[in-house]
């Protein structure tokens, strides 16, 4: 059989085994199926094999796990597979794995583990230890994970994660006056994203100790968004410079005026994204009052809390683009609001924002003479969008 292999240049083995690793669906059996031809094509496809791993099912997970990190007595791999995985994503998995197991994962990977989506069951507060070893991490989600961990415990394991820029928190977290201790623990140092959910008391929030760096917040699964809860979360002044503001429709206790008051709170906002149910045209009556307009250029309007229909006219909107929402770029809005009369109208909100990008950007005399397509518009992030 050996004399009857053709040997191909390693470059080349590479070029045929990237192609492999680009295709998505079929990459992972695929570069198993490489990694079988010859001895040559294992060193150059296993990188790709173990980068990200799809580890849904749970036979691909106990196969997974048992190769990265062999029980006691089985026999090793020479190469140290674990750190050859970029990303993990155990999101999939429900019963399959234990806290013991998922902490001795982590441990296998930690060098040059960069996103970690953690199972729903699984992670505990004993995987934070092996988690804080994970220096390589830039991309944390813990959202899913329903074992209530201590605050102060999980902001301990992640100070030292310098390399992290976005974190999820778990739908469980809980702030209580307990959380204090918190507050002497630093913050990962390049953290600019943070999804926050879960349950706090008003006063903790007010004075809560946010990441200096933070750029960027979404509210997603919090227990109690009460109007007077929101208010005292935005009315913390190390949120005043906040730039982008993300509120999902899965908050519980979101009302109209709640949404009314964030310009107010939030002036520096670039981008807003709210369920598109709870604006009304008080919102708007609000933002048109507000001089100098507002720096904010993106308005979305998302998944529904409750309605699947905007309760805003789309003249107080155009309206309020005259004054204070005078920089505003680009209007989203979720698919569910995508009705035929919505269609129509957001042509009207599409060319309003068009002519005046148009007028700002162009010459007068040229964009007089030759009437610029809309088509010819070369950025694609002005004008209305849908999501
Ligand atoms: C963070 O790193 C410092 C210095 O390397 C070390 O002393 C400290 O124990 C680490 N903290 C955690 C929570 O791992
Ligand atoms: C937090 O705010 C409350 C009142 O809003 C105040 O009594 C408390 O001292 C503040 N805590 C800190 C750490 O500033
Ligand atoms: C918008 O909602 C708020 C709160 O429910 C209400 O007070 C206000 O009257 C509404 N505005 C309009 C124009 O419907």
Redesign the pocket.
């Known amino acids: 059989m050996h004399s009857r292999q053709i040997h191909l240049p390693t470059e080349i083995v590479v070029e045929i085994i990237s192609f492999a690793a680009a295709d998505d669906a079929r990459r992972q059996s695929t570069l198993h199926a490489c990694c079988l031809v010859s001895r040559q094509w294992y060193s150059v496809a296993i990188p790709y094999l173990y980068e990200k791993p799809r580890v849904t099912a749970g036979t691909a997970f106990k196969s997974f796990t048992d190769t990265i990190s062999p029980p006691i007595g089985a026999r090793k791999n020479k190469i140290h597979l674990g750190s050859l995985v970029h990303r993990l994503d155990l999101s999939g998995l429900v019963y399959h794995s234990s806290n013991s197991l998922t902490a001795r994962l982590l441990g296998r990977v930690k060098e040059n583990l960069e996103v970690f989506l953690a199972p729903r069951v699984s992670f505990a507060i004993n995987s934070l230890p092996a988690l804080s070893k994970c220096t390589s991490l830039k991309h944390l989600d813990l959202s899913l994970v329903g074992e209530q961990i201590p605050f102060p415990n999980l902001k301990k394991a992640l100070s030292n994660l310098s390399r992290l820029t976005t974190l999820r928190l778990p739908r469980t977290t809980t702030l209580t006056s307990h959380s204090d201790s918190a507050a002497t623990t630093d913050w990962p140092p390049n953290l600019h994203r943070l999804q926050f959910s879960g349950h706090f008391r008003p006063l903790v929030i007010s004075n809560f100790s946010w990441p200096r760096t933070l750029t960027s917040l979404t509210l997603k699964n919090c227990i109690d968004l009460s109007v007077s809860n929101l208010g005292s979360l935005m009315s913390n002044p190390q949120l005043a410079t906040l730039k982008r503001f993300t509120i999902s429709g899965s908050n519980r206790g979101l009302?109209?005026?709640s949404i009314?008051a964030i310009p107010v709170f939030l002036p520096e906002l670039n981008s807003l994204s709210v369920p598109g149910d709870l604006v009304?045209?008080?919102f708007f009556d609000i933002v048109s009052h507000m001089h100098p307009p507002l720096p904010l250029e993106v308005l979305e309007f998302g998944f529904p809390s409750i309605d699947a229909s905007v309760s805003f006219s789309t003249s107080s909107l155009t309206t309020a683009m005259e004054y204070g929402l005078a920089n505003l770029r680009s209007v989203g809005f979720h698919e569910v609001f995508c009705t035929n009369k919505r269609i129509l109208e957001d042509e009207e909100i599409d060319d309003l924002i068009y002519n005046r990008f148009a007028k700002a950007n162009q010459p007068q005399s040229e964009s007089l003479q030759n009437g610029i397509e809309k088509s010819d518009l070369s950025d694609p992030t002005i004008g209305v969008y849908y999501i």
């Open positions: 009302q109209p005026e009314n009304n045209d008080s």
